[in-house]
Each structure stands twice: as structure tokens, then as C-alpha cells.
């Protein structure tokens, strides 16, 4: 069974020159993707603009209204990094339409699996407002879209994003229909993503977060998928779908955080939620892209996501600058991992 992808023109319109969200994101994943051979290899999916029923059920009317209007008159700035700009409006609902055909798409046997390259971003997104250049928080609309349109009882959300998904984080927190497991650096804008935030009231529980100290490198994101998010999801969930935002700013090379990550990490990282979703939800897994913002690094790593999607080995390697030992990282990491363990042993 294929491989889906999402892409369109759509995806690539312009903003600010100032602006870190360029369109040359998603050209830079296209042309890695061609240069490995893998692109002729995704079965293209159908992109059309998602209606306001279906993103209402995240967001507030008036956002939606304002993020419109903004887009009719030409652009707006409504924060220092969030931008509308006159294509902004049917790009975001594009993308969301988008995955939710993606959804729709592997829940009807078309598609085993998918790849959402889509601008742009969603998972700060809160329901009155942007958030971090997240306009509409897609996965989370693409959840309740699979929950309300599928019949979905149990679906999980990982976010290997390098900022916390607060969008998404907040509207499944009372939850527990929606798993959200977030890694992310921390602290690191928007603040949100701490170990002891682990939802409440009947969510309480289904809130997952590990939040890795600047300098945390692949073994720590290793560590972190063998010891917890592994064990929650083949174990203690059992997801009927897993719907991944996947950011890639974690890398060493790209400048707007401090990770460590190697572009093999990315590989492990989607090779391991494909063999969960395989175990448990027939291979139904959906990645959409969120940050990643140095371009040579963002097309390497997502070429690496989409080789472990086919079952390929790696398209590429390489060696961060700072492959040294860190004890405290080591301790750090082993701190909150100790504080998930004992969660998990008491579940």
C-alpha cells in the first residue's frame, strides 16, 4: 500500500522577506525528495480548502472571521512572529483540508501512510488567536475530524517539534480521546511543555511532556522514545490512528533553538512510530510538517521521515558539531524520564 503526500502551490505562498517561514521550505523538501528518488514514489492526495464547520471545531468564529478579513485586505501582523499575508487564509485552510484528506484517504485503505508538506505551521495555535506563526492548529482539527467523521475513539498526537505545541497541549487537556505526547527544549518559547503538566481532570494523565534541555542530542531522544513514548503508546494507549507534527528545528544546524540532533535521528524517530502505528492501528500514521527553518537541514531530515515512511534506509548522515559527552544532560534527561517511569509504573 502507498505512501500519501500532500503538496500543493498553495503551500508556497510568500510572505515578508523578513520572515522565517519562507516558501523555499517546501522547495528544498521537494528537491532532496527528487534528488534521493523518493518523490515519484508518494501517491499525491487531493488539497482543497477545509470549510469553516470543520475548522470551528478548534476555533473561535471570530478568529476565523479575522484571519480571513486580514487575508482579503492584503496582510496583517498579529504578533511579532505570526504574519497574514493576502494567501495566508486558503493556504492554512488548505493545509487543513489537506490532512484531513489524508486522513480520510489511509481510513479507507487508499494509503497506508502520509506526509503533509503544508505551510503554514499549526500546533501554537490557540482557539482566539495565532500563536509562534501558527495560524490554524491543523492537527488538532485533523483529529476531530477523524474522531467526528471516522468514529475514532483513541487518537494519539506526538509532537517532535522543537517548541512545545501549546495549541494543541490546551485543547486536549481535559481529554483523554486525544493522547498528546510533546518533545520539545525547554524552556524555549511559548514557555508551555513542562514534565508536570500532564492534563487534568479527565484528561488527567493523557498529556504527555518531555522537555530536553539545550544540548540534548540523539541518545537523549533515544532515551526518550524507549523509556516512555514507546511503552504509552504500544502499552497503555493503543492509539487507533497517530497523527505526528514534526518539526525539525531540533537539528544542530538550524539556529533557532539548541538541540543536538543529527539527521539519523529524524529517521529512527518516524521509523519507530510507523513500526507502533503497524502494530496497533494498521500502519495509519500522518506526518505534517510544522517548523524547521535552515533549509539544507530541513530537506535532508524530512527526505530521512519520508525514506523511514516507505520502509527505505536513510537518504542521509551527518555529525553534529558537538558530539561530546555531557553529564549533565545525561542527569537532566534522566530526571524527567525517572518522573515519567514512576507515572507509568503507578498506571
Not at 508556497?12 to 514514489?41: M, N, S, T
Not at 502520509?114 to 491543523?138: E, K, M, W, Y
Not at 534541555?213 to 511503552?231: N, T
Amino acid at each position: 500500500m502507498p505512501t500519501g503526500r500532500v503538496y500543493d502551490d498553495v503551500f508556497l505562498q510568500e510572505g515578508p522577506l523578513w520572515h522565517f517561514d519562507k516558501p523555499r521550505r517546501l522547495e528544498v523538501i521537494r528537491e532532496q525528495l527528487e534528488a534521493c528518488g523518493l518523490w515519484d514514489e508518494l501517491l499525491p492526495l487531493p488539497v482543497t480548502e477545509a470549510d469553516t464547520q470543520l475548522i470551528s471545531t478548534v476555533h473561535e468564529p471570530a478568529y476565523i472571521e479575522d484571519v480571513r478579513t486580514a487575508s482579503e485586505m492584503g496582510g496583517d501582523e498579529f504578533d511579532l512572529d505570526t504574519v497574514v499575508t493576502r494567501g495566508t487564509y486558503q493556504a492554512a485552510a488548505s493545509a487543513v483540508g489537506g490532512c484531513a484528506a489524508a486522513i480520510d484517504a489511509m481510513l479507507a485503505g487508499d494509503v497506508r501512510n502520509a506526509v503533509c508538506l503544508v505551510r503554514p505551521p499549526g500546533h501554537q495555535a490557540l482557539p482566539d488567536r495565532a500563536l509562534g506563526s501558527c495560524i490554524f492548529n491543523t492537527l488538532a482539527i485533523t483529529a476531530e475530524h477523524a474522531l467526528a467523521a471516522h468514529g475514532l475513539e483513541r487518537v494519539a498526537v506526538v509532537d517532535f517539534d522543537v517548541r512545545h505545541g501549546a495549541g494543541l497541549q490546551q485543547h486536549f487537556l481535559d481529554r483523554r480521546d486525544v493522547l498528546y505526547i510533546s518533545l520539545h527544549q525547554y524552556p524555549l518559547s511559548p514557555g508551555t511543555g513542562a514534565v508536570e503538566e500532564t492534563g487534568v481532570g479527565d484528561g488527567l494523565g493523557y498529556t504527555v511532556n518531555l522537555p530536553l534541555p539545550p544540548g540534548a542530542s540523539d541518545r537523549h531522544i533515544q532515551a526518550c522514545f524507549s523509556e516512555v513514548i514507546l511503552p504509552v503508546l504500544l502499552a497503555l494507549y493503543q492509539p487507533q490512528l497517530i497523527l505526528v507534527a514534526a518539526g525539525y528545528g531540533g537539528h544542530y544546524a538550524d539556529e533557532a533553538a539548541d538541540l543536538d540532533l543529527s539527521v539519523q535521528s529524524f529517521y529512527v524517530i518516524t521509523r519507530l512510530l510507523a513500526e507502533v502505528a503497524e502494530a496497533v492501528c494498521e500502519g495509519h500514521l500522518c506526518l505534517a510538517l510544522e517548523g524547521g527553518y535552515d533549509f539544507d537541514a530541513l530537506g535532508y531530515c524530512v527526505a530521512n521521515s519520508v525514506a523511514a515512511l516507505l520502509g527505505r534506509p536513510a537518504a542521509y548522515q551527518d555529525t553534529p558539531q558537538n558530539n561530546t559527552a555531557t553529564p549533565h544532560l545525561d542527569r537532566e534527561v534522566g530526571e524527567m524520564l525517572q518522573f515519567h517511569r514512576a507515572r507509568m509504573a503507578q498506571a
